[in-house]
Nanobody, 124 residues
Framework: QVQLVESGGGLVQAGGSLRLSCAAS????????MGWFRQAPGNERDFVAV????????SYSDSVKGRFTISRDNAKNTVYLQMNSLKPEDTAVYYC?????????????????WGQGTQVTVSS
């Protein structure tokens, strides 16, 4: 069983920055593909970023590319999402997710474990 706990959300003005953290349990964390997703009220859960354990490469949605950075610290079993130049449309609940087996995916349904989510609100 893998447990994920997000932190770091909050209220920030447009143009500001936040760093989200996701602490994971599990002895083989370094081999998990880790993703960040977000869900605004009335919307589906959308892909934000993914960190592929196999080659340490990253992918981003077009809406956050150049502004957000995903990283991980395997020694701390933690994945991060650095969010810069935040916009009101970035307002959502942000979730981290772990895929234990399989290649990196942009689809929420491919992930095995989810955190409880952390609220990010960007004011204009």
């Amino acid at each position: 069983q893998v447990q994920l706990v997000e932190s770091g959300g909050g209220l920030v003005q447009a143009g500001g920055s936040l760093r989200l953290s996701c602490a994971a349990s599990g002895r083989t964390f370094s081999r998990y593909t880790m993703g960040w997703f977000r869900q605004a009220p009335g919307n589906e859960r959308d892909f934000v970023a993914v960190y592929k354990w196999s080659d340490s490469s990253t992918s981003y949605s077009d809406s956050v590319k150049g502004r957000f950075t995903i990283s991980r610290d395997n020694a701390k079993n933690t994945v991060y999402l650095q969010m810069n130049s935040l916009k009101p449309e970035d307002t959502a609940v942000y979730y981290c997710a772990a895929r234990v087996w399989g290649v990196a995916s942009l689809r929420p349904s491919d992930y095995d474990y989810w955190g409880q989510g952390t609220q990010v609100t960007v004011s204009s």
